[in-house]
């Protein structure tokens, strides 16, 4: 597992998200959040946003040509992920 070094959290795994998880964030907007099937050797798999989940899903459920696109992958360390998490899935930060 690969780990990133995060300013307030510390030595933590490195995961991946749309830019517009990232983003929600900063302007204090959830936007759903989506994730790959659970893997028991990752607790923290590549995640995107409903916006993306659409476009993904117009594209067969395939990160091909206007959904890989809009993605724009943004690196957060585990900790920030799952705040990403529970912040775009309803709950309060």
Request: aromatic share 10%.
């Amino acid at each position: 597992m690969k780990t990133v070094q995060c300013c307030t959290h510390g030595t933590q795994q490195a995961t991946w998200v749309c830019q517009h998880i990232l983003s929600g964030l900063i302007e204090n907007t959830p936007v759903g959040f989506f994730w790959t099937t659970w893997q028991p050797d990752n607790p923290r798999p590549d995640a995107w946003c409903a916006e993306c989940e659409v476009r993904s899903e117009a594209h067969g459920g395939e990160w091909t040509g206007e959904a890989e696109e809009h993605l724009q992958p943004k690196l957060l360390c585990g900790a920030c992920y799952d705040s990403a998490k529970r912040f775009h899935m309803g709950e309060a930060l």
